[in-house]
Structure formats: structure tokens, C-alpha cells
T-cell receptor, first 117, second 112 residues
Framework: GAVVSQHPSWVICKSGTSVKIECRSL??????MFWYRQFPKQSLMLMAT?????????EQGVEKDKFLINHASLTLSTLTVTSAHPEDSSFYIC?????????????FGPGTRLTVL | QQQVKQSPQSLIVQKGGISIINCAYE??????FPWYQQFPGKGPALLIA?????SEKKEGRFTISFNKSAKQFSLHIMDSQPGDSATYFC???????????FGTGTKLQVIP
């Protein structure tokens, strides 16, 4: 149980284009999902907290107009990187909490490797 | 106060040996301490977790030792295997606070 998927697993795009990454909880309802960014050999940096049916809460220094987050259902959250540039190239990871199970742990997706040319 | 310090940054252990990774925290409100294992190109996977009301938790070859007074906790991997080679992250959070604070990570290499 508690499986989180991400799509796509990797994406290459041209500078200036927008890219959408999907995060799905497959076997549980996730009222809260999280988006992280991870640079090579570094820890995970929380970008935003996404609550179903409401606006995402962004961490300090994260541009909300550049990283659009939508959490339209209890099993799906999306991250759109708008007008992507090479510096946005990174490994993006989502996670979800199984709130109904009353557990604190987050379950992570497999990540999406974004490369902006 | 939200920081979780992790050491060492990298670790090389002989097969069959014990791998030890240490973490320390400042925020005494933290009440949940998970460890994650991450393989290259993959998302982190929950390995084992502990709450501060116990001093030790063991699951198979993995043990968390927790010292509440010192605000430290550690991961011990017994009989380390080459398949354990990965990056390990300690983390901390507290009830009602959804965010998880991650340590800086330890890259473990188990050599035959």
C-alpha cells in the first residue's frame, strides 16, 4: 500500500516552454501532497505544500508564478514549470501523506528528471 | 531550529560490517523521526521511523537509536550488504506540522 507515482519519469524541453509533472497517490487518498526539488548530491528542498481544493503554500524563495501547483483531487497533484530555463533543470519529487490512516509519514514518488536545453 | 544535522557525508563499509549514521536536531517539538533510503534516480523510500517515547527500534538489520536528552538519533545497519549502497537521509517532523525537515544525507558504499 501507500504507492505514489509520478509522470513523466524524465522530460527534456526547450528553454521557454512549460512542463507539467503529475503526482498520483494510487491506493490512498492524499489531502496533502508535497513538492520537492533535489540537486545532484544534495538533500531534498521543499518547494510547496499542496492541499486538495485550496491554494498551495510555497516555501520562501520559491516563485509561485513559475512553479504552478494544482491539487484538484484527493489523488492527483500537478506541478507546472512555466517558461522553463536551464537553471530549472533538476530532479522533482512529490510526496503524499496518508492522512486517513492517521500516519505522519510521507510516501514519495519516484521522481521526475527535468532537463531544460 | 528547524535544522537536522547529519554525519558523516559519506561512508565506506566492508560487507558484513556495521554502518552508523548520526543525526542531531534542535527543535524539541519534533516527535517523529524517519529515515529514508534513496537510490540514484529514484525517490526516497521510508526505511524505518521512531517516536521519542522509545530509545530504540529495530526492523531486521536496521536499528534506530534515539537519545532524547542529547537530541540525537542514529541509524545502524548491521551486516551491511552491497545492496545497501545508497544515500540515507534522516528527517524530523512534529504532529500538526506537515513539513518534514531532512538531514543533508549520507552516501553509503558497501564494498565486497
Amino acid at each position: 500500500g501507500a504507492v505514489v507515482s509520478q509522470h513523466p519519469s524524465w522530460v527534456i524541453c526547450k528553454s521557454g516552454t512549460s512542463v507539467k509533472i503529475e503526482c498520483r497517490s494510487l491506493d490512498f487518498q492524499a489531502t496533502t501532497m508535497f513538492w520537492y526539488r533535489q540537486f545532484p548530491k544534495q538533500s531534498l528542498m521543499l518547494m510547496a505544500t499542496s492541499n486538495e481544493g485550496s491554494k498551495a503554500t510555497y516555501e520562501q524563495g520559491v516563485e509561485k508564478d513559475k512553479f504552478l501547483i494544482n491539487h484538484a483531487s484527493l489523488t492527483l497533484s500537478t506541478l507546472t514549470v512555466t517558461s522553463a530555463h536551464p537553471e530549472d533543470s533538476s530532479f522533482y519529487i512529490c510526496s503524499a501523506r496518508d492522512v486517513l490512516a492517521g500516519r505522519n509519514e510521507q510516501f514519495f514518488g519516484p521522481g521526475t528528471r527535468l532537463t531544460v536545453l | 531550529q528547524q535544522q537536522v544535522k547529519q554525519s558523516p557525508q559519506s561512508l565506506i563499509v566492508q560487507k558484513g560490517g556495521i554502518s552508523i549514521i548520526n543525526c542531531a536536531y534542535e527543535n524539541t517539538a519534533f516527535d517523529y523521526f524517519p529515515w529514508y533510503q534513496q537510490f540514484p534516480g529514484k525517490g526516497p523510500a521510508l526505511l524505518i521511523a521512531i517516536r521519542p517515547d522509545v530509545s530504540e527500534k529495530k526492523e531486521g538489520r536496521f536499528t534506530i537509536s534515539f537519545n532524547k536528552s542529547a537530541k540525537q538519533f542514529s541509524l545502524h545497519i548491521m551486516d551491511s550488504q552491497p545492496g545497501d549502497s545508497a544515500t540515507y537521509f534522516c528527517a524530523a517532523s512534529y504532529r500538526g506540522y506537515q513539513k518534514v525537515t531532512f538531514g543533508t544525507g549520507t552516501k553509503l558504499q558497501v564494498i565486497p
